[in-house]
């Protein structure tokens, strides 16, 4: 597939993750039936990291391992490319999939199932929005350089209307308060990004997937508990 065609494709990315989450929530409904929601919820969040064999949380690791080495920004950007993962990046990854088992236990608890859906989709969409509006930080190009810069703007006329339609479909006025959440999550990331490393990569957009998935069933276990 070329560059353009993967760039192309982002539109879609907000679809895929509805896709997801479906499945994410019809695996916890499942689960229910056989075991409690203490069991069910992580069932849940194991899943959805087996079903995207794990890309965004060796994006998340690499950039961890990256951010804790202190290099400067070409250094940086060596260490984040190699495929070994230190001992920050696989705490990082732990520390994630723990913030999303006990915070999936409560949502499986109260059959909050539209908060498995929509987690995804706003994900992928939070992809989209770092991709329109940064630069790619490796002059050479890259695996995520279709992923980034102006090319990718245009994807955001299809990806923030299905989002948003999801939003308010499935959690009204919650739902698109977490997307605007999603908004400024994705902005202040960008900023970091072109401050550290001269824009993104591949890696920053899959650590950008985990770490919003996990405030995102932060706060959706916050809000079923309240």
Known sequence: MRDSELGRSMAFFPLVGLVIGGL???????????????????????FLALLTRGLHLDGLADTADAVASGADRERALEIMRDST??????LAM??????????????????????????????RTGIVLLGAISEYA???GGLGSPFAGRGVSRNLLLALPTTIAAAWTLAEATGVAML?????????????????????TGDILGAHVELQ???LFLASAAVTGA
């Not at 229910?32 to 194991?46: C, D, E, F, Q, T």
């Not at 993962?85 to 696989?90: D, E, P």
């Not at 236990?105 to 498995?116: E, G, K, N, R």
């Open 180 to 200: 605007a959440g999603v908004v400024a999550m994705s902005a202040i990331a960008s900023l970091w990004a072109r401050r550290r490393f001269g824009g993104t």
């Open 94 to 123: 732990v520390l994630v999939l723990m913030i999303k088992a006990v915070c999936a236990v409560q949502l499986s608890t109260h059959a909050a199932w539209q908060w498995f859906v929509l987690i995804p989709c706003f994900s």
């Open 138 to 140: 490796r002059p050479s």
């Open 85 to 90: 993962n230190g001992a920050l990046g696989i």
């Open 213 to 215: 998935e996990a405030l």
């Open 24 to 46: 994410t929530s019809g695996i916890d409904w499942a689960a229910r039936g056989l075991w409690p929601p203490s069991i069910a919820g992580v069932v849940a969040v194991v």
